[in-house]
């Protein structure tokens, strides 16, 4: 790839003609037209923060160096950024006084209100710029690896820079606009923000089944996303049908894997709720996000839901009463091995070789304390399971 050192080009130009949705937060031209600010493959403008943007203006007035910024040429008038996004657009928003930065005193001020050096100072501060020339697999690996300033590329910002095309397109202007009436639904089970593409990602993982490069490449210049929109409102409506109530560990959990799972299986909403809330309710219950994926699966395995255990205290306690019961019977310490027809029948067992266990089990409804707890040895503990 060719790469040409550019020292001509001041914040003055690159603001010439600057355009800026603030309602898609995109920086999309600069330098009266000619570039293209944010192209299909770039990440959205994700410094709007009150803190990064304003660090790149501070950083200008101070004479700190902003790094290097690359540009693709497209063609003999035209460009795209490709690194530097995020700076050029939060210097077009602050000079088009899209927010404000504070002044010695604290005080707020946008760029036509501070004095006219600053000003100045800011318009004429010179750009260190790589214009770069290459083919089209050259450009996305370089894309893909740099990282000069600011937040690294998470993985499916990545994917769509080397997937760019009418699919992603497609992708982003439902999954990735804030404006889409659908994302507060969607953020009851999806953790993440739109800007930063994780309601995309999981999206495609959903349809892909976890293999998102090789869906994104097959469908890189499909001109439409019926596939993906239908598969991800399927899990939502599935999601929102079984469960009724809506709790925030459900948000970030493999909803796509359970619906693959599950969805085929009959539920009762009504039975489901009370159930959810008996769980949450349960003092023994460690583990809320197992709750879901364990009524699914039929309450059968508690491992989900991370029951509190017998603590030392109580195990002790427990084995020091049943041991000396055993012995003044002549009987085994394990209940179990003391009803039984082989040579165990006697034998006391050492704490060490014995777990505890619900005589009534947890799961109906025994409580995890000393008057439901008996030690059995390890043996027999593992034999009983949940009976």
């Known amino acids: 790839m060719k790469t040409t050192l550019r020292t001509d080009i001041t914040v003055r130009d690159i603001c010439e003609g600057f355009i800026y949705n603030e309602l898609e937060g995109k920086g999309l031209f600069g330098l009266s037209g000619k570039l293209t600010i944010q192209p299909e493959y770039q990440r959205n403008y994700i410094y709007a923060d009150g803190k990064k943007d304003v660090a790149v203006i501070d950083s200008i007035l101070e004479g700190y160096p902003l790094g290097l910024i690359y540009f693709v040429k497209v063609s003999k008038d035209k460009f795209e950024v490709l690194d530097g996004q995020q700076r050029i657009t939060s210097i077009g928003r602050y000079v088009t006084n899209k927010f404000a930065i504070k002044d010695d005193n604290g005080m707020e001020q946008y760029f036509d ?9 800011i318009l004429e501060t010179k750009l260190l710029i790589y214009e770069c020339e290459g083919e089209e697999f050259e450009i996305k690996e370089w894309f893909r690896t740099i990282n000069i300033v600011g937040v690294p590329l998470n993985s499916q910002e990545v994917n769509n820079a080397v997937f760019s095309g009418p699919f992603v397109t497609l992708c982003k202007e439902e999954f990735s606009n804030s404006q889409n009436a659908n994302i507060q639904k969607w953020s009851a089970y999806i953790k993440g923000t739109v800007n930063r593409q994780e309601y995309l990602e999981r999206a495609l993982e959903w349809v892909s089944k976890v293999n998102i490069v090789d869906y994104m490449s097959r469908h890189r210049y499909g001109d439409n996303i019926d596939e993906l929109k239908t598969y991800f409102k399927s899990v939502i409506d599935w999601v929102s049908t079984v469960f009724t109530d809506v709790e ?30 008996k769980l949450y309710g349960d003092p023994y219950v460690k583990n809320r996000k197992g709750v879901f994926e364990y009524i699914l699966g039929g309450s059968k395995d508690k491992k989900l839901l991370d029951v509190r255990v017998f603590d030392e205290a109580t195990k002790k306690s427990v084995y020091a009463t049943q041991t000396k019961k ?13 009803v039984g027809p082989d040579a165990n029948k006697n034998k006391i067992w050492k704490l060490a070789d014995m777990d505890a266990d619900h005589v009534t089990a947890w799961s109906k409804g025994g409580a995890t304390d000393a008057k439901n707890c008996q030690m059995l040895c390890k043996t027999h503990n593992r034999a009983k399971g949940n009976r």
């Open 326 to 338: 055993a012995e003044s019977n002549g009987k085994s310490n394990c209940p179990l091995c003391a």
């Open 248 to 277: 925030k560990e459900m948000c970030g959990l493999k909803w796509g894997q359970l619906y693959e799972t599950h969805h085929k299986k009959a539920y009762a909403p009504k039975k489901v709720s009370e159930e959810v809330q």
């Open 113 to 121: 209100g501070i004095a006219a050096d600053k000003r100045k100072k």
